[in-house]
Nanobody
Framework: QLQLVESGGGSVQPGGSLRLSCAAS????????VGWFRQAPGKEREGVSC????????NYGDSAAGRFTITRDNAKNAVYLQMDRLKPEDTAVYYC????????????????WGQGTQVTVSS
């Protein structure tokens, strides 16, 4: 069974950066597309970015485009989300999730989820 663990969250000032990691165990990520999602209090879970199983295709939500970068290292069984120029509205719990499909911004298309890591952007 695939298990995912996020790390790298924390508190940062507006304009700062964080790098989130999603470490997989139990199974290889080689055949999985991976997505990053976030959920702020009182809001629905939102797709942030996703990457195909080879890393050749990446997609970003409107809020992430131009500021966030998703990458993966299949040798390390991990996916990363570099977040730059962070804004207070980026504050949320960030989750990574894996799918044997092509990857998308739709949470219901993902089968395996991590427990989340908190990102807080505040001055």
């Amino acid at each position: 069974q695939l298990q995912l663990v996020e790390s790298g969250g924390g508190s940062v000032q507006p304009g700062g950066s964080l790098r989130l990691s999603c470490a997989a165990s139990g199974l290889s990520l080689d055949y999985y597309a991976v997505g990053w999602f976030r959920q702020a209090p009182g809001k629905e879970r939102e797709g942030v970015s996703c990457i195909s199983h080879t890393g050749g295709v990446t997609n970003y939500g409107d809020s992430a485009a131009g500021r966030f970068t998703i990458t993966r290292d299949n040798a390390k069984n991990a996916v990363y989300l570099q977040m730059d120029r962070l804004k207070p509205e980026d504050t949320a719990v960030y989750y990574c999730a894996a799918s044997l499909g092509l990857g998308s911004s739709r949470p219901h298309e993902y089968d395996d989820w991590g427990q989340g890591t908190q990102v807080t952007v505040s001055s």
